[in-house]
């Protein structure tokens, strides 16, 4: 099984600055990685897929980054709705499709 | 617009079992492999199952196989998840998404809430 870990815990950060969200993979997956956003009491919903490419509807202060096994999520320009939980996720290595912990982004 | 409805959660004792379901709208359901993933009360998310556009092909996480079973009927937009032999530590909320390129998940049901206790 792929393991999924993501630092911070938890981004204090201040409306309108840089949120900046790491995610590791145990393996190799390639660009096999998906971002998830989950507000407070709301289902989860997909940000960024392929590792880079944003899902329809997203704002594109939202963008990822990387490949195998190092990836990122940057939020620029933080606004109050971006206060949520982020998911990682791989699909690489199918079929245990596995999730990172999450990164809590509250207010600073 | 896509939407996903699931139904059948509730408060269960250990041992018995459940069905949930998940009506899609607003999208060609039958193209679609389709997952189920569950939330456990403050914790992180857990993918338990996918299911092939055609109901041929089913993947379970380690956690949950031999208990629970996936299934679809394509001429009534339906996902299903039958749930035997329930544990506590199966207490979550159960959602239901659309695959995305071979195990993303593009939209989400607003889930339901399995609750199980003695």
């Known amino acids: 099984e792929v393991v999924m870990t993501q630092s911070p815990g938890t981004l204090s950060v201040s409306p309108g600055e840089r949120a900046t969200l790491s995610c590791r993979a145990s393996q190799s997956i390639g660009l096999n990685l998906a971002w998830y956003q989950q507000r407070r009491g709301q289902s989860p919903r997909l940000l960024i897929y392929g590792a880079f490419t944003r899902a329809t509807g997203v704002p594109d202060r939202f963008s990822g980054s990387g490949s195998g096994t190092e990836f990122t999520l940057s939020i620029s320009g933080l606004q109050s709705e971006d206060f949520a939980i982020y998911y990682c996720q791989q699909y690489n290595s199918w079929p245990s499709l596995t999730f990172g912990p999450g990164t809590k982004v509250d207010l600073k | 617009q896509v939407h996903l409805v699931e139904s059948g959660g509730g408060l269960v004792q250990p041992g018995r079992s459940l069905r949930l379901s998940c009506v899609a709208s607003g999208f060609t359901f039958s193209p679609y492999g389709m997952h189920w993933v569950r939330q456990g009360p403050g914790k992180g998310l857990e993918w338990v199952a996918i299911i092939s556009y055609d109901g041929a092909t089913k993947y379970y996480a380690d956690s949950v196989r031999g208990r629970f079973t996936v299934s679809r009927d394509n001429s009534k937009n339906t996902l299903f998840l039958q749930i035997d032999r329930l544990r506590v530590e199966d207490t979550a909320m159960y959602y239901c998404?659309?695959?995305?390129?071979?195990?993303?998940?593009?939209?989400w049901g607003r889930g339901t809430l399995v609750s199980v206790s003695a």
């Open positions: 998404a659309r695959d995305l390129q071979g195990g993303a998940f593009d939209y």
